[in-house]
């Protein structure tokens, strides 16, 4: 299928913008439909999911990220959302304060140089029960692809990352 074929209508005035542009109008097809989905699906999660439990998206992928790789230091959940350390820090600050992260002074006699986030007994009770429902979430926004187009977007979509990472 040609870009062409399947532009949706924001596509259709960008496509008619940048004509005559020296640009690649398929990179600009992927890249601005990955944003516009990714940006549709964080604010579904958050107005449907989130919301109630007083959760932002970012807060939930933090205590997302510490519940499945453990205590993190602060710059490896930064870097696994990719994100500034100073942005997880604010995140962290507001989860420690509602009593779901703690901090573990890590360096050498406790010094604090080296700080990892753990989440508190509360905080892995509230990812447990939050993260059924953000994946049916997941579920409810991709029900419009076969289980095929499914695994081959995640196998694309792994692909660029994969690229983007070496």
Sequence with gaps: MRVSESLINEEHDIMERVSGLPIDPLALAVMSN???ASQAFRNEMEQQILRDYNLTFSSFSTLFIVWIWGPLEMSAIAASQS???STISSTVNGLEKKGWVKRLHMGKNGDGRSIKVELT???RTLIEEV???FNS???SFVEALTTEEAETLAYLLRKLLKAKNQ
Excluded: S
């Design 34 to 36: 990955i944003w516009r």
């Design 131 to 133: 993260f059924p429902k």
């Design 121 to 123: 007994k509360d905080g």
């Design 83 to 85: 994100v500034a350390r």
């Design 137 to 139: 979430g997941e579920k």
